[in-house]
């Protein structure tokens, strides 16, 4: 930004981050009607946002169709929701093979206004996601090759989140800082300061000032593509769930994945060309997983002219109040399910990695608007009172944080297996008491039952799905 920007710029620029962000204001009815479990007024209530932001695809267009798809799907609007994942999918699709993640005019925007008016292109989490529920989708239509490729799809999205992402964030790190120093400010000195780390550190722990490289895989997502893959009945597709199973159980660890090692156990007999008892798996989806809030705090510049400015950082902020078990009766003994995912944890840790990059560029963005204010006064002569009430617009509008994120994600999920019992019929038994009585087991080798309760007391849904491929 120049230092002679005029009032009247400040004051459009300000007008566009105001457009561009508050995603969790304009979500807050839709989340409201999701929370209690009215999903059909939900979907109703997403359904003019999403033809809102169709025409929003650089900025806003993806994170709304990820809720929409999640949202739709739970109102069992299926095709609907088959339609939202798609055009999230095939709008971020090219970051996987050719498009750079960092367009750096975009970058340059957003040193300028903030983050919020960064095209939002999902995090590796949201795209592995995608896929995943475009999969559910998939096999409660009974489209299973579909699934499949969706499941592949997920696959992809994970190798290229380990391969890449740890270079990407240094990178755009590196440029960020670039750009502050090319305006005269330095991110490091404000860093090293002790009263900003101290403030750095109650809000984040030790994680703040760290930067490396994770494991992008989300345990449901392998697990349901080993699944997927042994209802396939092929020696080849076996050998693929296998892996896909003992992916699993070393991510979980031991005392966690008894169930995943009994589904490996199982690939294994069939690779061995053993004969098979009839399954039955329970994935129970439970909760909503973490929201975005702002922090904000004054950070210090070392600017002789502009000694603080107040900055706005995003927090996450956990959601309680979730039915925390399940069982499932029908057989000898009631089974529980175990935990499989903990969606807080995947999202904690995404969040983590990419914080050195956002604590980063939120300085710069901060310390170039507040010293492009103040010489904007400075220049405005006569005019200094309209760029007085430019940079204060300006300055109140641009430092938000982004608080973009896809909010109807699951807190965790759980699994349980037993065999198919002699009777059809099994009963999954919620921990707040509800239950899902008399739910009719197809005569098939695999079969999926779905259910989903995003807090105690609320109806759960369910799905039951037959896995035997076409």
């Known amino acids: 930004m120049s230092v002679r920007a005029r009032p009247d710029m400040l004051l459009s620029l ?47 267009g993806v994170v709304f169709h990820l809720d929409g798809g999640t949202v739709l799907r739970a109102a069992d609007e299926l095709p609907a929701s088959v339609k939202s ?19 750096i005019t975009e970058e340059a925007a957003a040193v300028v206004t903030n983050q919020t008016i960064r095209t939002y292109r999902g995090t590796s989490y949201d795209r592995i996601m995608l896929n995943t529920y475009q999969a559910l989708n998939y096999l409660q239509m009974r489209q299973f090759d579909k699934a499949i490729v969706e499941l592949n799809r997920a696959a992809l999205w994970q190798k290229d989140a380990v ?54 895989e989300v345990p449901v997502t392998s697990w349901l593509r080993g699944v997927a893959q042994m209802a396939r ?111 807080d944890a995947v999202v904690k840790r995404s969040f983590d990695d990419q914080l050195p990059l956002v604590i980063t560029a939120t300085l710069v963005s901060s310390a170039s608007k507040a010293v492009g204010t103040y010489f904007a006064q400075k220049a405005a002569g006569d005019y200094g009172w309209a760029a007085a009430l430019g940079g204060a617009v300006y300055q109140v509008a641009m430092n938000s944080a982004d608080l973009r994120c896809w909010l109807t994600l699951p807190k965790q999920w759980l699994v349980a297996r037993l065999p198919r019992p002699d009777s059809g019929t099994i009963c999954a038994v919620l921990g707040d008491g509800q239950r899902l009585d008399g739910l009719a087991i197809p005569d098939v080798p695999f079969t999926l039952v779905h259910v989903k309760s995003v807090r105690s007391g609320t109806p759960p849904i369910h799905a039951i799905m037959p896995l035997n491929a076409p």
């Open 14 to 60: 300000g007008c566009l981050a105001l457009c561009a962000c508050g995603y969790d204001r304009k979500m807050s009815g839709v989340i409201a009607s999701y929370d209690t479990g009215q999903f059909k007024q939900a979907a109703s209530e997403i359904q003019p946002l999403l033809q809102e932001h169709d025409q929003d695809a650089p900025i806003n």
């Open 85 to 103: 994942l798609d055009w999230a999918y095939e709008t971020m699709r090219p970051y996987l093979d050719q498009a750079a993640e960092t367009k």
């Open 163 to 216: 391969d890449r992402n740890a270079d990407r964030i240094q990178k755009e790190q590196a440029a960020f800082e670039s750009a502050g120093k090319s305006k005269g400010y330095d991110a490091s000195a404000t860093m090293n300061d002790e009263g900003f780390r101290t403030a750095m550190e109650q809000a984040y722990g030790p994680v703040w000032d760290k930067r490396g490289s994770i494991d992008y």
């Open 233 to 343: 009945a092929e020696p080849s597709s076996w050998d693929q769930a296998r892996a896909s199973f003992k992916s699993v159980a070393g991510m979980l660890g031991d005392g966690a994945n008894a169930l995943v090692l009994q589904d490996l156990a199982m690939a294994d007999a069939a690779t061995r060309g053993e004969r098979l008892t009839k399954w039955v798996w329970v994935l129970f989806e439970t909760g909503r997983a973490p929201s975005r809030k702002e922090l904000r705090i004054d950070i210090p510049l070392f600017i002789q002219q502009v000694p603080y400015v107040g900055a706005a950082f995003p927090l996450l902020e956990f959601h309680d109040g979730q039915v925390a078990s399940l069982s499932v009766e029908g057989c000898k003994d009631p089974v529980n399910a175990t935990l499989l995912c903990d969606m």
